[in-house]
């Protein structure tokens, strides 16, 4: 039996940026775009109407924004991934759409083979930074006061997990280091968003680094 394709949803102001995307991903056979949207608001009504696994985000668009468009996604819909795909890197555009539960941030100068590789990696509950995004987060993080541990209803293994999770290791790696099977980690790691009220695997580890229950020099 097949497997389902990975369902897309493209978000970008620029047309041209819209149809070069869908190019370079036409020859990918687990990947396919079901819709295209010129900003936010468009975007939410096609998310609304039809469930896409991963979003590729814009930033700066007009109407409404990628920050705003994936705040409220992710709270209607906490389990469609959000991949921002963006020429901004500055902090407040980083950190904004981290926070607002964006699963991954890629650079519009990024090599092909990254944007497929972060495309499947969310999909797949992981997290996909570009090397230049992850230094600007462990800088923040490294440099702001941790609180104390108070687990937040996460027990030792969910916990565990999420610090393997941290380090950049996929499900399939972390479930080999703990010998459990792949599904144990993903209903881990799903009882941790659940907990920690997060949709995605980056926002996890974003609560944890500020919880102080992660080491951001482990973070990979």
Same mark, same amino acid.
């Given at each position: 039996?097949?497997?389902?394709?990975?369902?897309?949803?493209?978000v970008?102001?620029?047309?041209?940026?819209?149809?070069g995307?869908k190019?370079?991903?036409?020859?990918?056979?687990?990947?396919?775009?079901?819709?295209?949207?010129?900003?936010?608001?468009?975007?939410?009504?096609?998310?609304?109407?039809?469930?896409?696994?991963?979003?590729?985000?814009d930033?700066?668009?007009?109407?409404?924004?990628g920050?705003?468009?994936t705040?409220?996604?992710?709270?209607?819909?906490?389990?469609?991934?959000?991949? %921002?795909l963006?020429s901004?890197?500055?902090?407040?555009?980083?950190?904004?759409?981290?926070?607002?539960?964006?699963a991954?941030?890629i650079?519009?100068?990024?090599?092909?083979?990254?944007?497929?590789n972060?495309i499947r990696?969310?999909?797949?509950?992981e997290?996909a930074?570009?090397?230049s995004?992850?230094k600007?987060?462990?800088?923040?993080?490294?440099?702001q006061?941790t609180?104390?541990?108070?687990?937040?209803?996460?027990?030792?293994?969910?916990?565990? %997990?999420?610090?393997?999770?941290a380090?950049g290791?996929?499900?399939?790696?972390?479930?080999?280091?703990?010998?459990?099977?792949?599904?144990?980690?993903?209903?881990?790691l799903a009882?941790?968003?659940?907990k920690?009220?997060?949709?995605s695997?980056?926002?996890?580890?974003?609560?944890?680094?500020?919880?102080?229950?992660?080491?951001?020099?482990? %973070?990979?």
């Amino acid at each position: 039996m097949e497997e389902r394709s990975i369902q897309i949803l493209l978000v970008d102001d620029h047309p041209i940026v819209r149809k070069g995307t869908k190019e370079m991903l036409e020859p990918y056979a687990d990947l396919t775009v079901i819709g295209e949207a010129a900003d936010g608001r468009e975007a939410l009504a096609f998310v609304n109407a039809t469930r896409p696994d991963v979003i590729l985000m814009d930033v700066s668009m007009p109407g409404m924004n990628g920050i705003d468009a994936t705040k409220q996604i992710k709270q209607h819909h906490p389990s469609v991934a959000v991949l %921002v795909l963006t020429s901004f890197d500055d902090d407040a555009y980083v950190f904004a759409l981290l926070e607002a539960g964006a699963a991954g941030y890629i650079l519009k100068n990024a090599r092909e083979e990254e944007l497929i590789n972060a495309i499947r990696a969310v999909y797949q509950g992981e997290s996909a930074l570009h090397p230049s995004i992850a230094k600007k987060v462990l800088n923040r993080f490294s440099a702001q006061p941790t609180e104390s541990f108070d687990g937040e209803g996460l027990s030792p293994r969910e916990l565990e %997990v999420l610090r393997a999770a941290a380090s950049g290791s996929t499900n399939k790696e972390i479930a080999k280091v703990l010998d459990i099977s792949p599904r144990t980690v993903q209903v881990h790691l799903a009882n941790v968003f659940s907990k920690l009220g997060v949709g995605s695997r980056t926002e996890a580890v974003l609560f944890g680094i500020k919880r102080g229950w992660i080491d951001p020099s482990t %973070v990979g």
